[in-house]
C-alpha cells in the first residue's frame, strides 16, 4: 500500500513532461502522462535519483515535521558529518556547529557519535554470523531494495538501527539529564542528505518509531549556514570530540573501514548495488563478511538533497576526518542492544504482477503476448521507461496500448 507520506514531491509547473527520469529511476517507478511525471510510491524506493537527473528540478524532497514544531522546550540539531563536505575544508566542523546552535538551537549532537556505536556492534556481530556477506542497514534506500527486489536476502542485513536514529536517541537523552526534560519536551531536528532518510523517519524500519522531530533537506540548512559563518564569533565556537572513523561514514567505504576486517567490499550507485545483489542472490560472494551499500554515489556524500559536487564533498571527508585521527574521542558507554530491531523486515511485493502466484503466472503470459504487438524499441514516448514496463501497465490496467506513439503512427500511416 501506498503511504500517505512520500519524502518526495513534484512541482507540476516546473515537469514538463520530458521523460528524462522515467529511464533513470532504478526501480522503473515513475510515469509521464499527460506530459506530467508521478511516481508510483509503491515501487518507489527514495533514493532520489529523479531528483539528481531533473533537468528542470521539478521533483524535490520534503521538509517533514513530526510532530508540532512550537511544542518543544527545547531543540536540538542532529548534524551529520555530510554537512561538513559542502563547506570547504578551512571551514572547521567547530565552526559550522557554532553557526547551527546560533541558529535557535539548545544543543548540536554529531551523527558520527551513533557511527561508532554501529560499529562497535558489527564487529561483535560479525564473529557470530555464519550467513555471509552481512549487508549494512544504513542506507533505507538500499533496504527497501532488498524488500522489493531482492526479499530473500532480507536475513542478511545488518539488524540494528541506523547511526542518526541512535545519535537522535543520545542527544535526547543526553538534554534530559541536563535540563530535567522530559523526552517528548525535546525536538531533535535533522538535516537530511536524501529523501531515503525522510522516508524512513516517516515508515521507520525494523523498529516501531522514529527518535528524529523533523528532517529538512541539507540544501536548506547549507544556505542559512553560509549566511551565519559570516557573522559566527570565534569564541561561541563549540568543542567537539567526533571520531575520525565516525565522520568517515559519510563517504562510501567507511563504514566498512572502520570494522578493521579485510573480507568487505563497499559498493555505492543504486545500479552496482543491484548487480552485486543479483551475484549474492546467485549464491556468490559469500567469502565476504561485510557488505557496504550505498544507494548514492560516493556514498552519503552524494545524496540527491546535498548542494556540493560527490566527488569534491567524498575527498573533504576524507581530509576532515584524517584531522580527527590522532584527537581524543568521546566515547559512550551506551548498549548497541538497546538499538536492535524489534520488528521483523518483511517483503514488499510491488513488483510482483499478483499477490496469487496462479494469477501473476497468467498475467506473466499476458504481458509476454503484449510484448510481442510492442516495437521493443524502450524509446518512452509511452510514458513508461521500457516496453516491458509498459506491457506490465496495460496488464495492470494501469494503460492502454493506444497510447503507444509508434503502433498509433504505423496504424495512421496504414489508413
Ligand atoms: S526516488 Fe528513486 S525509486 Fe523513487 S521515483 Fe525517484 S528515482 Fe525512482
Ligand atoms: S547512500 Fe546515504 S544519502 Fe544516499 S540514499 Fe542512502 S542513506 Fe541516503
Not at 207 to 226: A, E, Y
Not at 239 to 252: A, E, F, K, L, M
Amino acid at each position: 500500500m501506498p503511504s500517505k507520506y512520500h519524502p518526495i514531491n513534484l512541482d507540476p509547473d516546473k515537469c514538463i513532461g520530458c521523460t528524462n527520469c522515467i529511464k533513470r529511476c532504478p526501480t522503473e517507478a515513475i510515469r509521464v502522462s499527460n506530459e506530467k511525471a508521478s511516481i508510483m510510491q509503491e515501487k518507489c524506493i527514495n533514493c532520489g535519483t529523479c531528483i539528481s537527473v531533473c533537468p528542470y528540478n521539478a521533483f524535490h524532497g520534503v521538509t517533514k515535521g513530526y510532530r508540532g514544531v512550537s511544542e518543544y522546550a527545547i531543540k536540538i540539531a542532529l548534524v551529520d558529518p555530510i554537512v561538513y563536505s559542502q563547506f570547504a575544508t578551512e571551514v572547521a566542523p567547530e565552526a559550522i556547529l557554532s553557526a547551527i546552535k546560533s541558529s535557535g538551537c539548545a544543543e548540536v549532537f554529531e551523527v558520527s557519535k551513533g557511527a561508532d556505536v554501529v560499529t562497535k556492534f558489527t564487529k561483535k556481530y560479525l564473529n557470530l554470523q555464519k550467513k555471509t556477506p552481512i549487508i549494512s542497514s544504513s542506507c533505507p534506500a538500499i533496504i527497501r531494495l532488498i524488500q522489493l527486489r531482492f526479499p530473500e536476502l532480507i536475513h542478511h542485513i545488518l539488524p540494528i538501527d541506523s547511526p542518526v536514529e541512535i545519535a537522535a536517541f543520545m542527544a535526547r537523552e543526553e538534554a534530559m539529564r541536563k535540563y530535567g526534560l522530559k523526552a517528548e519536551e525535546i525536538g531533535v531536528y535533522y538535516s537530511t542528505p536524501c529523501p531515503a532518510r525522510t522516508a524512513s523517519f516517516m515508515n521507520p524500519l525494523g523498529t516501531d518509531s522514529t527518535n528524529i522531530s523533523m528532517s529538512l533537506p541539507i540544501h536548506k540548512v547549507f544556505g542559512l549556514v553560509s549566511k551565519m559563518l559570516k557573522g559566527t564569533p570565534a569564541k561561541a565556537q563549540q568543542r567537539v570530540h567526533p571520531s575520525s572513523s565516525g565522520i568517515d561514514w559519510s563517504r562510501v567505504g567507511g563504514q566498512a573501514a572502520a570494522l578493521g576486517i579485510d573480507e568487505y567490499m563497499p559498493v555505492d550507485g543504486i545500479e552496482n548495488v543491484i548487480s552485486v545483489l543479483e551475484e549474492i542472490e546467485y549464491g556468490k560472494m559469500r567469502h565476504l563478511k561485510f557488505l557496504e551499500c550505498q544507494a548514492c554515489v560516493n556514498g552519503c556524500v552524494g545524496g540527491s538533497l546535498n548542494v556540493e559536487n560527490p566527488y569534491i564533498a567524498q575527498s573533504r571527508i576524507r581530509i576532515i576526518s584524517n584531522r580527527y585521527k590522532d584527537k581524543p574521542v568521546e566515547t559512550s558507554n551506551i548498549k548497541a542492544e538497546k538499538f536492535l530491531f524489534t520488528r521483523p523486515i518483511h517483503p514488499l511485493h510491488a513488483t510482483k504482477l499478483d499477490q496469487d502466484l496462479s494469477k501473476a503466472l497468467l498475467k506473466l503470459e499476458q504481458v509476454e503476448e503484449t510484448l510481442k504487438e510492442l516495437p521493443d524499441i524502450d524509446c518512452g514516448a509511452c510514458g513508461a521507461p521500457s516496453c516491458r514496463a509498459f506491457a506490465e501497465d496495460i496488464v495492470q490496467g494501469r494503460a492502454t496500448i493506444d497510447d503507444c506513439v509508434v503502433l498509433t503512427r504505423k496504424s495512421h500511416l496504414k489508413k
